[in-house]
């Protein structure tokens, strides 16, 4: 039978009595949310801090190859000190301003792409800036590429010696609440920097900056020149044709977050939970509806345009209940609960053909499936599965807190959100 879950994180401020809670109930915490990073992103920008940051004792370095991270075990990260990677990234990236980086911007460099995550306020080992204090962390791409290839593997084969291995695919996923979301950061900032290496505007190869959160068109390029034999003089770098990106205010490309709706669907009487497949689920496995808000158009009308889409129903009252970070590869899930219209309850798939299927399951047979039916698509159900039951996503997905909402009587007489 499949693996147990990790536990979820705890919602903000969970134990404080709130007006709010009493009368919308408690926040709903996703996994890959909580986070135990205060990412004081304006910090970013801050030289000082960067530098100062990156070289001290206790800083923590999450290892990426290809995305994968470097685990203990399926439940744990393992992290590097400066020490460890400074073969690969040197003393300090951040040694010279982002200024001077832009000057003298080589494309023919690869520069170890270095994420500036957080600081773990909780544990204070030294390290304070200002009225800043606590455990800095960094994400480290360690995928062999480039000029950096051989310093790459050598940290890679490091890493192995030790004992360590890399978590790949959606393995991640057993990580406990608080590394899953420091890992769901990293991952996807190193994702959104490893598709991003050219130009929208020219095409040109961009920089990364501003700690890895953002890329810029350097005006200029170093690639192929040097300083002429015993001179300090640089040679002139090369003039770069113009790019729209560096005029005006809008002069940087920012990381991407794609906002999708997932939802819980009940019949009019609220007796009975719309569930969909499509083929690449396994057998008996179902799930909520879901598809990709689309520009111009809110929150409430893209859950009632997908749900009709994908299976002919149409919705009234739709309400927000919470929101999963989604680093696969850069999704923000919003999760809501949504209500048929007493004529609306017709399924119908032929509008988008991706659902394989389609189907309103009472509330008892999703309540009994939410308890022994869950599990990942490439794992087993959990014990006491019965076989030919229901089969329902694990309580990782945000999917699982959507039902597990609906049948513990979110529609009740109690006043939510």
Same mark, same amino acid.
């Given at each position: 039978?499949?693996?147990?879950?990790?536990?979820?994180?705890?919602?903000?401020?969970?134990?404080?009595?709130?007006?709010?809670?009493?009368?919308?109930?408690?926040?709903?915490?996703?996994?890959?949310?909580?986070?135990?990073?205060?990412?004081?992103?304006?910090?970013?920008?801050?030289?000082?801090?960067?530098?100062?940051?990156?070289?001290?004792?206790?800083?923590?370095?999450?290892?990426?190859?290809?995305?994968?991270?470097?685990?203990?075990?399926?439940?744990?990260?393992?992290?590097?000190?400066?020490?460890?990677?400074?073969?690969?990234?040197?003393?300090?990236?951040?040694?010279?301003?982002?200024?001077?980086?832009?000057?003298?911007?080589?494309?023919?460099?690869? %520069? /170890?792409? @270095?994420?500036?995550?957080? %600081?773990?306020?909780?544990?204070?080992?030294?390290?304070?800036?200002?009225?800043?204090?606590?455990?800095?962390?960094?994400?480290?791409?360690?995928?062999?590429?480039?000029? @950096?290839?051989?310093?790459?593997?050598?940290?890679?084969?490091?890493?192995?010696?030790?004992?360590?291995?890399?978590?790949?695919?959606?393995?991640?996923?057993?990580?406990?609440?608080?590394?899953?979301?420091?890992?769901?950061?990293?991952?996807?900032?190193?994702?959104?920097?490893?598709?991003?290496?050219?130009?929208?505007?020219?095409?040109?190869?961009?920089?990364?900056?501003?700690?890895?959160?953002?890329?810029?068109?350097?005006?200029?390029?170093?690639?192929?020149?040097?300083?002429?034999?015993?001179?300090?003089?640089?040679?002139? !770098?090369?003039?770069?044709?113009?790019?729209?990106?560096?005029?005006?205010?809008?002069?940087?490309?920012?990381?991407?977050?794609?906002?999708?709706?997932?939802?819980?669907?009940?019949?009019?009487?609220?007796?009975?939970?719309?569930?969909?497949?499509?083929?690449?689920?396994?057998?008996?496995?179902?799930?909520?509806?879901?598809?990709?808000?689309?520009?111009?158009?809110?929150?409430?009308?893209?859950?009632?345009?997908?749900?009709?889409?994908?299976?002919?129903?149409?919705?009234?009252?739709? @309400?927000?209940?919470?929101?999963?970070?989604? !680093?696969?590869?850069?999704? %923000?899930?919003?999760?809501?609960?949504?209500?048929?219209? /007493?004529?609306?309850?017709?399924?119908?798939?032929?509008?988008?053909?991706?659902?394989?299927?389609?189907?309103?399951?009472?509330?008892?047979?999703?309540?009994?499936?939410?308890?022994?039916?869950?599990?990942?698509?490439?794992? !087993?159900?959990?014990?006491?599965?019965?076989?030919?039951?229901?089969?329902?996503?694990?309580?990782?997905?945000?999917?699982?807190?959507?039902?597990?909402?609906?049948?513990?009587?979110?529609?009740?007489?109690?006043?939510?959100?």
């Amino acid at each position: 039978m499949g693996a147990e879950h990790p536990a979820l994180p705890a919602a903000a401020h969970h134990d404080v009595d709130s007006m709010l809670s009493r009368k919308f109930g408690k926040e709903v915490a996703n996994y890959f949310s909580g986070s135990p990073l205060n990412r004081v992103s304006f910090l970013r920008s801050d030289h000082d801090f960067i530098s100062a940051a990156l070289t001290h004792p206790s800083t923590s370095f999450l290892l990426c190859n290809n995305l994968a991270p470097v685990a203990k075990d399926p439940a744990h990260l393992a992290y590097a000190s400066h020490a460890e990677i400074k073969t690969l990234i040197g003393e300090n990236p951040f040694e010279k301003t982002e200024k001077q980086m832009i000057e003298e911007f080589r494309s023919d460099v690869t %520069l /170890p792409l @270095v994420l500036f995550l957080g %600081l773990d306020e909780a544990r204070r080992n030294g390290f304070e800036h200002k009225q800043y204090k606590g455990t800095p962390y960094f994400a480290v791409d360690i995928t062999p590429k480039g000029s @950096v290839q051989k310093a790459a593997e050598g940290v890679i084969e490091a890493v192995k010696a030790k004992g360590h291995t890399f978590l790949e695919g959606r393995a991640a996923m057993t990580l406990n609440a608080p590394e899953a979301a420091i890992y769901a950061q990293a991952r996807a900032l190193l994702d959104w920097n490893a598709r991003n290496p050219f130009c929208a505007g020219c095409g040109q190869p961009t920089l990364s900056i501003n700690a890895g959160t953002k890329r810029v068109c350097p005006p200029t390029d170093m690639a192929g020149l040097a300083t002429a034999q015993g001179s300090d003089v640089a040679a002139k !770098p090369t003039e770069r044709p113009s790019c729209a990106t560096r005029k005006g205010i809008s002069n940087l490309c920012f990381p991407r977050t794609d906002p999708t709706v997932i939802m819980a669907v009940v019949s009019h009487d609220g007796k009975r939970v719309l569930l969909g497949r499509n083929k690449r689920f396994p057998p008996l496995f179902y799930s909520a509806l879901a598809g990709f808000c689309e520009p111009a158009e809110s929150v409430e009308e893209a859950v009632r345009r997908e749900v009709w889409e994908e299976s002919g129903i149409s919705l009234g009252r739709v @309400v927000i209940h919470s929101t999963q970070p989604w !680093p696969y590869p850069a999704n %923000l899930m919003i999760g809501a609960i949504g209500q048929a219209l /007493p004529d609306g309850e017709k399924i119908h798939l032929e509008h988008d053909p991706e659902l394989e299927d389609a189907k309103w399951y009472d509330m008892d047979e999703v309540r009994e499936a939410l308890v022994i039916g869950t599990s990942g698509l490439d794992a !087993p159900p959990q014990e006491g599965y019965k076989e030919g039951g229901l089969r329902l996503p694990p309580p990782t997905a945000i999917a699982n807190q959507l039902l597990q909402a609906v049948v513990d009587g979110f529609l009740g007489e109690i006043p939510k959100i």
